[in-house]
């Protein structure tokens, strides 16, 4: 009831198509953890996927302005002028509100967290997960109030981190994380997975750094490493193809 309040209370009379956005913190609050987690992954998808049509369009910096949007409240803006204002607007307008949204469906996953009576390992999850979609909006914002590339392709770079913390948080509240169950491919895991994650997220980190810098040496950096990480994702594939089958034979072999 509180989140209803305070969101009817920034949309304004100006936007009353906000209101529509309203439920859905409310109704994420009751749902399961396990739910509450996929909702928010749902939300973060469309906001790094419209995050990357804004980098790719080199539309950053079509809005001046933030939080405020062409000089009314992210939350009065009227979605009306949003489009009539171009394409640009409408891109980085709407990355906005589905971050907002975003941020308020973290903070809906943290109180189901407590509806649900959760462990404390989850709780503690859920807190770090808000709080790291916080400093990535806030990151975000700075980078438009100081017209930074360099912020620029931190907000990027960093952004898949924080996605990779609410996939582990979603992982963290599924129904096996919960029963302590181990697959076979554990093994595999604990010993190429780390380097496989490390180095395609470093992969991650020189895209961007192509993308938004352009430099001769990043494209050449990045296409390099680019065999380098296709190779070890291959020998990893093939490890937890062999896990796989091992546990699947020794599963079968116990069967009476």
């Known amino acids: 009831t509180a989140l209803l309040a305070v ?20 109704l ?11 909702v928010l992954l749902g939300f973060a998808l469309a906001l790094v996927t419209i995050g990357g049509l804004l980098t790719t369009y080199r539309e950053g910096m079509a809005v001046l302005e ?23 607007v409408t891109l980085e307008h709407t990355h906005r509100l589905v ?28 807190w770090i997960t808000l709080l790291a979609i916080i400093g990535q909006g806030i990151l975000g ?4 109030l100081e017209v930074s590339q360099n912020l620029a392709f931190l907000h990027g770079t960093i952004a898949q981190a924080v996605f990779a913390t609410m996939a582990v948080l979603a992982a963290m509240a599924s129904d096996a994380w919960r029963r302590g169950e181990r697959r076979p491919t554990e093994r ?13 997220y470093l992969q991650l980190g020189l895209g961007a750094w192509l993308r938004h810098h352009g430099h001769v040496e990043a494209l050449l950096v990045h ?12 020998v990893f594939a093939k ?18």
């Open 7 to 26: 969101l009817v209370a920034l949309s304004g009379l100006r936007a009353p198509q906000y209101f529509l956005f309203t439920p859905i913190p409310l």
């Open 28 to 38: 994420v609050i009751w749902l399961t953890p396990r739910g509450a987690t996929r």
């Open 66 to 88: 933030w939080p405020r949007t062409q000089k009314d409240g992210m939350f009065e803006y009227p979605l009306s002028q949003m489009l009539a204002d171009g394409w640009g």
């Open 99 to 126: 971050a907002s949204a975003l941020g308020l469906v973290a903070i809906a996953v943290v109180m189901s967290t407590y509806v649900h009576r959760s462990r404390p390992a989850l709780k503690a999850a859920a």
């Open 141 to 144: 914002g700075f980078r438009v």
């Open 188 to 200: 595999a895991a604990r010993g190429l997975g780390p380097w496989v994650a490390g180095l395609l």
């Open 223 to 234: 296409g390099t490493f680019a065999l380098v990480v296709v190779a070890l994702v291959v």
């Open 239 to 256: 490890e937890l193809g062999a896990a796989s089958r091992e546990g699947a034979g020794a599963l079968a072999g116990r069967t009476p």
